[in-house]
């Protein structure tokens, strides 16, 4: 079974810091890579998807990249504010979506 | 374009009852949906893969006689919890995937069951 492994698990930063978020999967025959962000009691919203044949995929102060080789993910955000403050999730496909445990954000003012 | 919407966004349901889910692709046709749950603090655990006209496909541990799902149409699958126990209490997230070469997924906005 792929497992899709997120880290540092939280995240406390200072408004206007760029920051890094981790993701790591186990398996290289990944179709695409998603990145989510989730507020509390809410659903997903789906930020960035990588397919495997891109390097990364940028959006605004968004950045994703993805390595198959390493199994390695990475989302940077650039100039971070208190309204960037949520979970942030990365999911591998697989045929099958698995999802990392999340890492949660918060951007103090 | 690509809007998943799921009804209702929550219920509350007493213990032995059953509860109907739905997920719609509102302006897409989705071959393929897939049923998640979530845990408080917890991330989303996929339960389930629903191709339009088959049977769904279950994820190891995932008990196919409690949690039936239906996907009748391109736009419609039902997820429906029965003899529902406080422990089915979650947050149900559906998701489809829409056709063509990219695999993205669009999720629903979720539905929150609460079994008392």
């Known amino acids: 079974k792929q497992e899709v492994t997120q880290i540092p698990a939280a995240l406390s930063v200072p408004e206007g810091e760029n920051l890094v978020l981790n993701c790591s999967f186990t398996?290289?025959?990944?179709?695409?890579l998603q990145w989510f962000r989730q507020d509390p009691g809410k659903g997903l919203t789906s930020l960035l998807l990588?397919?495997?044949?891109?390097r990364e995929q940028t959006s605004g102060r968004l950045n994703a990249s993805l390595d198959k080789s390493s199994g390695r993910s990475t989302l940077y955000i650039a100039a971070s504010q208190p309204g960037d403050s949520a979970t942030y999730l990365c999911a591998g496909n697989f045929n099958k979506f698995y999802f990392g445990s999340g890492t949660k954000l918060n951007v103090k003012p | 374009g690509a809007v998943v919407s799921q009804h209702p966004s929550w219920v509350i349901c007493k213990s032995g009852t059953s509860v109907k889910i739905e997920c719609r692709s509102l302006?897409?046709?989705?071959?393929?949906m897939f049923w998640y749950r979530q845990f408080p603090k917890q991330s989303l655990m996929l339960m389930a893969t629903s191709n339009e006209g088959s049977k769904a496909t279950y994820e190891q541990g995932v008990e196919k006689d409690k949690f039936l799902i239906n996907h009748a149409s391109l736009t419609l699958s039902t997820l429906t919890v029965t003899s529902a126990h406080p422990e089915d209490s979650s947050f149900y997230i559906c998701?489809?995937?829409?056709?063509?070469?990219?695999?993205?997924?669009?999720f629903g906005p979720g539905t929150r069951l609460t079994v008392t």
């Open positions: 990588i397919q495997s044949s891109q």
């Open positions: 998701s489809a995937q829409g056709q063509g070469l990219s695999y993205e997924q669009y």
């Open positions: 302006d897409f046709q989705a071959t393929t």
């Open positions: 398996d290289s025959a990944i179709y695409n």
